[in-house]
């Protein structure tokens, strides 16, 4: 009946203990997805004071719901006051005033406080989601976990073999140290989901617990999932994700499928919810319309189609896969210039996901649209009204500052904006939704004027300052818009204006660019890779790396090892004026052949093929397919190359050792049972 597992802290100039630790507790109450990857959330449903003794009453005042909202179920259901007093004097009685030992009980001066929340298993099928009661007793330092299972009459038991505590103590001076306690280890029950073993609360959480408790740094972005029913979200997204996860199969962009199919799935599922709360709080009884500007592969729109939303997406270039959603698809090949002619006033929402040039343009757009039209945005690659966006602040990550400006741009344009994190597989995660003005309608006409003021100034504004003058809130874009900057268009551009709110806006070309060395004619790039590796492999002194095969010792030629640089310099100019008019150079064409190359930390290798790793078991399906597609269907570089061959026999070797090993790629076998 000890520990389940302690921890060393240290903390340097006590600046982080205790309230760390506190910190630190709160990620795992609120979310425990970060620790433990089958779990999608928990929904906090009731917090407040607890009285110790048998008297006293739940404090009212800061009993809160938490982010499960109202939609039924165990997993939906927000507590009251006298629910959550009613559940702790039940669970007083049952551990008749007392914790088991070896945990520490509750005492000392100080108040209890009680949290009540619902863990929310992942996958499918989910396993049901189950309910904890955690008591903060800050006098004592310590967090007690009560599992709690429901009966036939609705009565919550404790279950006791599943309780368990952290604890913090301090040792002396900076020296601190975390615990997990269990008092029956030996009857403790793991699911492995809601219920993990002790051994990975005594492991995993504790070394997480003990690195956030002084490792605690404010975060620039909102909590994840802040504007809408985490409990809902998770069972919506599984949903979809059994839907449509057979495009994952089907998939002909040459894009990572996963990555792409499960994003716009993650994006669809927010987007239904957060509609859904919206005709909740307005009455609406018809499903929202919306327009996806810049759709991209139209995944988003298809699966928000087929839920019942009208709507289209419109992107300046038609992608293969858009022959494959459907008459029920609407999908439009148009380019967008921000103008009259681009307007909405019909549509409910304007969506820019990953919208690029369009993504400043998408709040004015829904602004000058209609009085009604709302507007969700989740931006990416930094653009500003006219061009590439320009920082002009150094204390801000870039990232950061593009999101305040997008941010600002809603305010500008007379939107409650509200931020939030999405979970998706992208480390560009934060939306804005604005789906309410801050002004009334007939206020109109002076926000449009306020809106071009701003537009305008953010073409010639070039002092830092100007940011500064455009507050966060309404009232302060009323006047004083960097006039002095320009905030007219000039005189030869004055016709224009009232149709085209940006004259010279540059969108996206119809036709791609591909400048990523792939597009290079492949006898010049064969030519590259001859004279780099012989480069590699004549450089003095050369490596040998031996091998022991069958009892006999065989030495293959590895080469040596040389900078970018140092290759650079060896290659003929013309060569490396051609490669510079590919994004990445000679960097991305050694890359790209990653058979013969690896290049780490700015140095060229020649790949040792018997030093890499054998596949993973649990690499995903489709990238184990794919991988299994590829084998033999090309030639082996190494074995028509290389002095000594390939450093792998024939059978081991992925690459096909001459052409009678070569099998057709299953790719070549699709395009030709299209055509």
């Known amino acids: 009946m000890g520990p389940v597992g302690t921890a060393a802290v240290r903390d340097p100039g006590g600046a982080a203990l205790p309230r760390g630790f506190w910190a630190a507790v709160r990620v795992w109450l609120e979310k425990p997805q970060v620790a433990n990857r089958r779990l999608s959330g928990a929904a906090v449903q009731a917090e407040g004071t607890v009285p110790l003794g048998e008297g006293g009453e739940i404090s009212p005042s800061i009993v809160t719901a938490g982010a499960s909202g109202g939609d039924g179920g165990q997993e939906g259901r927000t507590a009251g006051p006298a629910e959550l007093g009613r559940l702790w004097r039940e669970v007083r009685g049952q551990l008749a005033l007392a914790l088991p030992p070896p945990l520490v009980a509750w005492g000392g001066p100080g108040e209890l406080r009680a949290v009540l929340r619902t863990l929310l298993p992942r996958g499918r099928p989910a396993a049901p989601p189950a309910r904890e009661l955690a008591v903060h007793d800050v006098y004592n330092g310590t967090v007690t976990f009560l599992p709690l299972e429901e009966n036939s009459e609705g009565k919550y038991l404790v279950k006791k073999s599943n309780i368990y505590q952290i604890q913090l103590k301090h040792i002396k001076d900076e020296e601190w140290s975390v615990s997990v306690v269990a008092p029956f280890p030996e009857d403790w029950f793991s699911d492995g989901v809601v219920y993990p073993k002790l051994a990975w609360l005594g492991n995993e959480l504790l070394s997480k617990l003990a690195k956030w408790s002084v490792e605690q740094k404010p975060s620039e972005f909102k909590s994840t999932l802040s504007l809408i029913s985490v409990a809902k979200y998770s069972k919506v997204y599984q949903d979809l994700k059994e839907k449509y996860k057979e495009m994952v199969k089907v998939w002909p962009e040459v894009t990572d499928p996963e990555k792409f199919v499960y994003e716009d799935v993650a994006i669809a599922t927010y987007l239904l919810i957060l509609w859904e709360e919206e005709r909740k709080e307005k009455g609406l009884t018809k499903k929202q319309s919306f327009v996806d500007l810049g759709c991209g592969n139209g995944l988003l729109v298809h699966i928000l189609n087929n839920e019942g939303h009208p709507g289209r997406g419109i992107d300046v270039r038609r992608r293969k896969i858009w022959d494959m959603y459907g008459p029920g698809t609407h999908l439009e090949e148009a380019t967008i210039i921000p103008g009259d002619s681009h307007l909405f006033p019909d549509t409910d929402w304007l969506i820019g996901n990953h919208s690029d040039e369009l993504t400043p343009w998408i709040p004015v757009i829904a602004a000058r649209s209609s009085y009604s039209c709302c507007y969700f945005v989740l931006p990416c690659c930094f653009f500003d009204f006219h061009g590439k966006y320009s920082r002009r602040q150094c204390k801000k990550t870039q990232y950061r500052e593009y999101l305040d400006f997008v941010a600002q741009v809603g305010f500008v344009c007379g939107f409650h904006v509200e931020e939030d994190c999405l979970r998706i597989p992208s480390t560009k995660r934060v939306s804005f939704v604005g789906k309410s003005r801050t002004y009334p309608a007939a206020e109109r006409a002076l926000v449009d004027e306020q809106i071009t003021q701003f537009i305008n100034s953010r073409r010639t504004c070039a002092v830092a300052t100007c940011d500064r003058r455009f507050g966060f809130n309404h009232e302060h874009h009323s006047g004083g818009l960097c006039k002095e900057a320009g905030s007219e268009p000039p005189e030869d551009e004055t016709e224009t204006a009232g149709a085209i709110w940006m004259p010279g806006f540059q969108p996206r070309g119809k036709v791609e660019q591909v400048r990523n060395c792939a597009s290079l004619p492949r006898d010049f790039v064969d030519e590259v890779v001859l004279n780099v590796a012989n480069l590699l492999?004549?450089?003095?002194?050369?490596?040998?790396?031996?091998?022991?095969?069958?009892?006999?010792?065989?030495?293959?030629?590895?080469?040596?090892?040389?900078?970018?640089?140092?290759?650079?310099?060896?290659?003929?100019?013309?060569?490396?004026?051609?490669?510079?008019?590919?994004?990445?150079?000679?960097?991305?064409?050694?890359?790209?052949?990653?058979?013969?190359?690896?290049?780490?930390n700015g140095r060229v290798h020649i790949r040792d093929w018997r030093k890499e790793k054998p596949p993973s078991k649990t690499k995903p399906e489709v990238k184990r397919r794919l991988s299994a597609e590829a084998f033999k269907t090309r030639l082996c570089w190494f074995f028509i190359h290389h002095p000594d061959g390939c450093s792998l026999p024939s059978e081991a070797c992925p690459y096909a050792h001459g052409t009678e090993e070569l099998r057709q790629s299953q790719m070549m076998k699709k395009k030709k049972h299209i055509q």
């Open 537 to 600: 492999l004549n450089a003095a002194p050369q490596k040998s790396c031996s091998d022991k095969q069958g009892g006999n010792m065989n030495t293959w030629n590895q080469g040596e090892s040389l900078s970018l640089r140092e290759v650079a310099e060896h290659l003929d100019k013309e060569v490396l004026k051609k490669l510079k008019s590919e994004y990445g150079g000679l960097q991305t064409l050694l890359k790209n052949n990653h058979q013969v190359f690896e290049v780490l």
